[in-house]
């Protein structure tokens, strides 16, 4: 699956960022200065960004919103995907910036980037909604993980989040079972 090249990224930034909380074995990985700055390396955002202990909190405090949408299914996202619209204000216009071509902000850029973020995601899952994409919106498979992800694959396979090495570990767990039960 193919979503338009802001909305993915507005995806990508939103996994990263949830990704960051503590999980079934992981402590939080957004809880200094230069973790924010990490994530913004790799989820540039345009605008005002102070950089600073303040916003670094009001970053770390939208995590949880952003996780529910991992926790429900379509329908369920809508009144979550809303709320956050309502509450950042949302008024989307197109613009044109740098290298990217024309695409939606929502939030003016000076409003908080925790807002903005916020925002962001929300209009992304609007058109995962949109696209009755939503079973792609994933929590990983493996017994000991609780990483989220977006299934981009062609088929909608994936099972297994890209934070941890999943994949590899939980192959390698099933191959030893098969082994020790004589059937590899």
Known sequence: MVFIRDTEQSLRAAVYLV????????DDTLQTVADFEAYLQLNPYTGLIRRDETELAAIRAI???????WDVDRDGAVPLVNDMLRDGRALPRL??????DWHIHATSDDAPLATRILVEAAMAFVDVIRSNEYDRVRICSADDCTSVYIDYSRNGS??????????NRMNVNAYRERKAQGTA
């Open 158 to 167: 994936k099972r297994y989040c890209d934070t941890g090495n999943c994949g």
């Open 95 to 100: 613009v044109s910036h740098d290298d990217y």
């Open 63 to 69: 995590r949880p919103r952003l996780r529910r949408l």
């Open 19 to 26: 990704n960051t909380l503590p999980g079934f074995d992981d």
